[in-house]
Every structure is written in structure tokens, then in C-alpha cells.
């Protein structure tokens, strides 16, 4: 049976998948319930991503073009996420990307976008529990460690070993303990829409502090060649906003008793919901950045700038939207750990990893706990300094996004599944932002140790049997 006979079969077979007798009207009131919780925790990394996609490309592409830039990157990311939509329908055992590259492309390449993944994962609830420490340290919260000139770094250290601690706490719960996560995510979610539709305030001007330690370029004269290329570099800078997709589906591992048209919605409604509201917020917050010309640094980060540019100081909305920014920085670290466990688990279940990191019953903790714990360790290596951090975590999303959309292409030349060839753009992107960013040392270290990872994985895939690493057919 040749390759593109098999894809028919299988995903021909996949539609009888599922229980067939439909669920009573309580029973479809908790899916449905289910289904917003999970795409509440998984959507929580993402939600946050506008701001820091734009402060950072703000620095290359300057106040004149910084709405064009992002207008662009919201284009790539449409791109980007049809290729895993297409991923979400037929890999949705938590297989996600490597199921898709390992049919598509084989076992190499599926090992290493696995082992780039569950880096991502890992780094992802990093940054995020990381944040959460600058945010409260920006708001006062110390322990009053007195340790001479490394007081501070002791009180963030402490303040990360904390936070990561409360996350653990809460995801023990399991489903109730994502509800108190996705409660967080709406909640931040609502406020920042609500505040993207109100009118800037006629005194923003005056309100904005002045950063002079902060240099924007000024590239208002470009034109042509130029202004294109200056447009594509600061794009680069603004890939950020592409995070959440993979974690979508990596995290449906856990949702095994779940019919498949629900893990299907889980993972397509994240897709969706990431797109829809990070392109809405994205273009409000680059507007206003150009119309007032924000200034961003470490003390007043854009989102600070922002909502103090819509919301008057010490109103209910803004001190609500205050106390869900560190909610739903919270959510990220449970997301990434989520995410990270789902591709430890199916890794586990194809034996391309000991079972001992893994529990196949119920709710995997056990890997859960494990992915959280390394990236706490990660948190206090790098001092809890979300900025560190971040370097290297860009090079992990970019090469599992290269090699899950290039399975994707091939899967849409193979099926004749044309709408998918719009993915093509994007992944002409990522593999661009991937060449640039290999520039820093950071590039390096992943990708190594990602080869290292991969070659390991592939190595016990094989002592075990060489199971598939595909669980949906």
C-alpha cells in the first residue's frame, strides 16, 4: 500500500471513531463546560502575546511601521494556523505536530519536533511563572530578604519558587483546578477587549512616562527595497504572537474520554480563538502605540502603557484588569506544563520514553509534575528573569512550526487538500525567522540539545518496538 492509499484509509477510518450513542443533555452540558475550560487554560500563553510581539518588534521597525509589521504577522499567523486546524481534525489524541510529521515526513523529523516541543513547553511555563515575578515585584510584593546587594535577586527567586507552588497546587485539582485557570483567561481576555474598544483618554499624552534609556528607530523616510526588509526583520521580532497553536493539540492527550468530535473542538477552538482575539488586540495595541508613540521599557512594559493610555488610574476595570494580568500569567505556566505533559505522555505510549514518566490512567500528574518541576528549576537557573529566558524559547516554537507546517504542505499536496497550500506563506516565514535567529548563540544550544533529545528518543523508539507514534486510527 503506497503512502497516499494509506492516508485515504486512515483518515476514512478515523470518522468512525468515537462512541455512538449521543450523550444525554447533561452529560453534552459538562462537554461543552469541558471544552471552554480547556481551551480557557490552553489559550491563557497566547492571550498575553500581543504585547510583547509588538513591543519587541517595535524596536526594529520603529513608530511608522509598526502597524504595517503586524498587520503582516497577523497574515502569517492565519497562514500558520490552518496548518494545524488540518492537525486538530486528524491527530487529536495529543499526537499533535510529530503525528503529522511522523506519516508525513518520518521518524527523524518526528523525534526532533517532538524533542523541540516539549522544550517550547517547558520554556513556555518558564517565561510565564518568570513574568508573573516581574509583575509582582512591580507591584510591591517582596519578601524583605536583606542578603546585601543580591536582596533582589533573592526576593524574585524566592517569589518564583512561590508561584510555582501555587500552579502546581491548583492544576491538582485537575478539571476544577483548569476552571479556576480559564475563569482567569476569560476574565483577562474580557477586560482587554473591553478596553480595546473604548476611545484613548484626551490627557494619554501627558500620562505617559518618558523612557529616555529606550532608543525607537526612526524609519518613517523607507521606501521600496528598504522599507520591505526592515518590515520582514521587525516581522521576525514579532513571531511571538504565533505561540499557542502546537499547544493546542499537544494538551488533547488528556482528553481520552472525551468523544472525538469534543478533542476535535478543543484543539480547533483554541486555533480559532487564538487567532481571532490575539488579530483584534494586536492591531488596537499597534495603533495606539504608533498614535502616542509608546515608549516600553522593563519598568513600564507595553501593557502597562497601554491600559493607561484607555482606562483612567485606580478604576474598577483597570484594577480588575491589573489582578487578571496575573492571573492569567499564572494560566501560561499551567498551559506549558499541560501541553509538555500531553507530548511526554504520547511519547510515552509509542516507548520513545520510560513509562515511569508517565501514568496512563486518569489525569497524567505524574508527567504534569514532571515538565512543571523542570521548568521551576529552569525559573530559578535564570534567575527569574523572563528576558533570559525568552531567547532561546523562540528557537524551539520556530522548529517545531517548520516542521509541522512542512508536514502539513506535503499532507495537502498528497490529499489534494488545497485550502491547506495557503499554509505555504507561513511556513516561507518561519523558516526565515528561523535562519535570522540563528544568528545567536541561543540558536545553537536548542538546536543541539534538541538533536541530542531526538536522538535519544529515536534510540528507544526503536528498543521498543517502533510503535507508531499516532494514536487517533
Do not use: C
Amino acid at each position: 500500500m503506497n503512502k497516499g492509499t494509506q492516508i485515504e484509509t486512515e483518515s476514512g477510518s478515523a470518522s468512525a471513531t468515537g462512541p455512538s450513542a449521543r450523550p444525554s443533555r447533561r452529560g453534552l452540558i459538562s462537554l461543552l463546560i469541558a471544552i471552554f475550560a480547556y481551551i480557557g487554560l490552553i489559550v491563557s500563553d497566547p492571550a498575553t502575546s500581543p504585547f510583547y510581539a509588538i513591543e519587541s518588534a517595535l524596536g526594529t521597525v520603529g513608530y511608522s511601521l509598526i502597524v504595517p509589521t503586524m498587520l503582516f504577522v497577523i497574515a502569517v499567523a492565519a497562514s500558520v494556523s490552518l496548518g494545524y486546524i488540518a492537525i486538530g481534525i486528524r491527530f487529536n489524541k495529543g499526537e499533535g505536530g510529530p503525528g503529522l510529521i511522523y506519516e508525513m515526513l518520518g521518524v527523524n523529523p518526528a523525534m526532533l519536533a517532538a524533542a523541540s516541543l516539549i522544550q517550547d513547553f517547558v520554556l513556555t511555563d518558564s517565561i510565564t511563572m518568570a513574568a508573573t515575578v516581574a509583575a509582582l515585584v512591580s507591584r510591591g510584593f517582596t519578601f524583605g530578604l536583606d542578603f546585601g546587594i543580591h536582596s533582589a535577586l533573592a526576593d524574585r527567586l524566592g517569589l518564583a519558587l512561590l508561584v510555582g507552588l501555587a500552579v502546581a497546587i491548583v492544576m491538582r485539582f485537575g478539571e476544577k483546578g483548569r476552571y479556576v485557570f480559564a475563569f482567569m483567561t476569560f476574565g483577562f481576555m474580557g477586560l482587554v477587549l473591553y478596553t480595546v474598544f473604548l476611545p484613548i483618554l484626551p490627557n494619554a499624552k501627558e500620562l505617559m512616562p518618558v523612557a529616555h534609556n529606550v532608543h525607537i528607530p526612526d524609519n518613517s523616510q523607507l521606501t521600496g527595497i528598504s522599507m520591505i526588509i526592515v518590515l520582514l526583520f521587525g516581522a521576525v521580532r514579532g513571531f511571538a504572537l504565533l505561540t499557542g497553536f502546537e499547544a493546542s493539540v499537544a494538551g488533547l492527550s488528556h482528553e481520552e474520554d472525551k468523544p472525538r468530535w469534543a478533542r476535535i473542538a478543543m484543539g480547533v477552538g483554541t486555533v480559532v480563538a487564538v487567532l481571532v482575539f490575539t488579530s483584534i488586540v494586536t492591531f488596537d495595541i499597534a495603533l495606539t502605540t504608533k498614535i502616542l508613540e509608546l515608549e516600553p521599557s522593563h519598568k513600564n512594559t507595553l501593557f502597562n502603557l497601554w491600559t493607561r493610555s484607555k482606562l483612567v488610574p485606580g478604576s474598577i476595570t483597570e484594577q480588575m484588569l491589573t489582578l487578571f494580568s496575573i492571573g492569567i500569567l499564572l494560566s501560561g505556566a499551567a498551559s506549558g506544563a499541560v501541553a509538555g505533559s500531553g507530548m511526554l505522555r504520547t511519547l510515552v505510549r509509542s516507548r520513545a520514553l520510560p513509562p515511569i514518566l508517565s501514568n496512563p490512567n486518569g489525569t497524567d500528574y505524574r508527567s504534569i509534575f514532571v515538565v512543571h518541576g523542570i521548568a521551576i528549576l529552569l525559573t530559578l537557573g535564570f534567575g527569574a528573569n523572563e528576558l533570559k529566558i525568552v531567547a532561546f524559547y523562540a528557537i524551539s516554537v520556530l522548529v517545531g512550526f517548520l516542521l509541522s507546517l512542512s508536514a502539513a504542505v506535503k499532507f495537502a499536496f498528497y490529499t489534494r487538500t488545497y485550502y491547506l497550500m495557503l499554509a505555504i506563506p507561513g511556513l516561507l516565514m518561519v523558516a526565515f525567522a528561523l535562519t535570522v535567529n540563528m544568528g545567536r548563540y541561543e540558536g545553537w544550544v536548542i538546536i543541539g540539545l534538541g538533536i541530542v533529545m531526538a536522538y535519544y528518543l529515536r534510540k528507544k523508539w526503536f528498543a521498543g518496538g517502533k510503535l507508531p507514534i499516532n494514536f487517533s486510527h
